[in-house]
T-cell receptor
């Protein structure tokens, strides 16, 4: 399974756009890119998943360049409630039977 | 619709005891996975069950076991508890046992296990 690298922490202010980039140089052809959000003492929450180009839903956008060796989660106009740990995962091919979490990016949003 | 439910929410056990954690997946989801999360780390995969059969096992000792019932609910058992087993135990359900419908998983709130 492809290893992912993402910043340990990021700070932002309310109302700003936050972009968290994840590197996955060894991504396989059939791998998807998935992002989760986790608040303290809660289970991770699925945010968004994509394979290539751009995916957008009601909470975030996911940008994936053509080589797929990285991806960027974009959170528009963050609020204090977006303070959480964000995990980038790579997998989802036919042989994927588990989620591999790294240490994630701890996002702190200030007023 | 009800999400993934886990019970109990908190548990305190003594070293050497045994514990059973329970999980009910989202209706229609056939895959249930278990994860262990210690403070400051990401969740670590323990087991996946799909259609009542073990589909995957993580790097955990044989003290950890699980099963899935005909209604797709699941139990995680841990025997001979050690202090190091103290963690948040998470259950995740997904539509499929592999592929993108597996990686789009829904987690419960977890069971906080403290071993003293």
């Amino acid at each position: 399974l492809a290893k992912t690298t993402q910043p340990i922490s990021m700070d932002s202010y309310e109302g700003q756009e936050v972009n968290i980039t994840c590197s996955h140089n060894n991504i396989a052809t059939n791998d998807y890119i998935t992002w989760y959000q986790q608040f303290p003492s809660q289970g991770p929450r699925f945010i968004i998943q994509g394979y290539k180009t751009k995916v957008t839903n009601e909470v975030a956008s996911l940008f994936i360049p053509a080589d797929r060796k990285s991806s960027t989660l974009s959170l528009p106009r963050v609020s204090l409630s977006d303070t959480a740990v964000y995990y980038c995962l790579v997998g989802g091919g036919a042989d994927t039977d588990k989620l591999i979490f790294g240490t994630g990016t701890r996002l702190q949003v200030f007023p | 619709d009800a999400g993934v439910t886990q019970s109990p929410t908190h548990l305190i056990k003594t070293r050497g005891q045994q514990v059973t954690l329970r999980c009910s997946p989202i209706s229609g989801h056939k895959s249930v996975s278990w994860y262990q999360q210690v403070l400051g780390q990401g969740p670590q995969f323990i087991f996946q069950y799909y259609e009542k059969e073990e589909r995957g096992r993580g790097n955990f000792p044989d003290r950890f076991s699980a099963r899935q019932f005909p209604n797709y609910s699941s139990e995680l058992n841990v025997n001979a508890l050690l202090l190091g087993d103290s963690a948040l135990y998470l259950c995740a359900s997904s539509l499929e046992g592999q592929g993108p419908k597996h990686t789009e998983a829904f987690f419960g709130q977890g069971t906080r296990l403290t071993v003293v």
